[in-house]
């Protein structure tokens, strides 16, 4: 019988046991940062910012954009982790990377049915995405005084990371 993703995923984790590679790390990151990128299975977060486990938090979604559930993500991240800084990712070769009315058309295609939702934070340019979302940062109520961001392209093809928003630390309102 062939093993399921389910029973390699799980077979895995008790490699992973087994070999006794887990070992425990404080839950505030260490760095103090949070990173928000896109679920792009091409992205290793960690790798690409030399990164270590316990160092970041990781919220990833569809495009690594500034959602109501991004949010509230690096809300709880701050207010009782204390992350000070966010790293904003987009890339390049995306699969949000549409107007919104044609990924809803597309959906539609692929799903037989109009989707429920009809808010998809697609967008064509990476960059234009990060100037977009940079005000949202900039103007999030729940923010720490002096929290830092920055906003940055990566680039699939080549694994480099483009400046769009400079590192900024946002002063209190």
Same mark, same amino acid.
């Given at each position: 019988?062939?093993?399921?993703?389910?029973?390699?995923?799980?077979?895995?984790?008790?490699?992973?046991? #087994? &070999? $006794? +590679?887990?070992?425990?790390?404080?839950? @505030?990151?260490?760095?103090?940062? *949070?990173? %928000?990128?896109?679920?792009? =299975?091409?992205?290793?977060?960690?790798?690409?910012?030399?990164?270590?486990?316990?160092?970041?938090?990781?919220?990833?979604? #569809? &495009? $690594? +954009?500034?959602?109501?559930?991004?949010? @509230?993500?690096?809300?709880?991240? *701050?207010? %009782?982790?204390?992350?000070? =800084?966010?790293?904003?990712?987009?890339?390049?070769?995306?699969?949000?990377?549409?107007?919104?009315?044609?990924?809803?058309?597309?959906?539609?295609?692929?799903?037989?049915?109009?989707?429920?939702?009809?808010?998809?934070?697609?967008?064509?340019?990476?960059?234009?995405?990060?100037?977009?979302?940079?005000?949202?940062?900039?103007?999030?109520?729940?923010?720490?005084?002096?929290?830092?961001?920055?906003?940055?392209?990566?680039?699939?093809?080549?694994?480099?990371?483009?400046?769009?928003?400079?590192?900024?630390?946002?002063?209190?309102?």
């Amino acid at each position: 019988m062939d093993l399921t993703v389910f029973d390699q995923l799980t077979q895995a984790n008790a490699d992973y046991v #087994a &070999g $006794g +590679r887990h070992r425990h790390v404080p839950v @505030r990151p260490a760095r103090k940062l *949070a990173v %928000l990128t896109c679920m792009d =299975s091409r992205i290793d977060v960690f790798a690409v910012l030399g990164l270590d486990l316990g160092e970041a938090h990781v919220i990833r979604n #569809a &495009g $690594g +954009r500034v959602t109501a559930d991004a949010l @509230r993500s690096l809300t709880l991240s *701050a207010a %009782l982790l204390g992350t000070r =800084s966010v790293i904003q990712i987009t890339h390049t070769d995306c699969g949000v990377r549409d107007p919104e009315d044609d990924i809803t058309t597309r959906l539609s295609d692929a799903m037989g049915r109009t989707p429920d939702r009809t808010q998809w934070h697609t967008f064509v340019d990476p960059g234009r995405a990060l100037r977009d979302d940079a005000p949202i940062l900039e103007n999030w109520p729940d923010r720490p005084d002096d929290f830092g961001l920055a906003g940055y392209v990566f680039d699939v093809a080549t694994g480099a990371l483009e400046e769009v928003v400079a590192p900024h630390a946002v002063p209190a309102p």
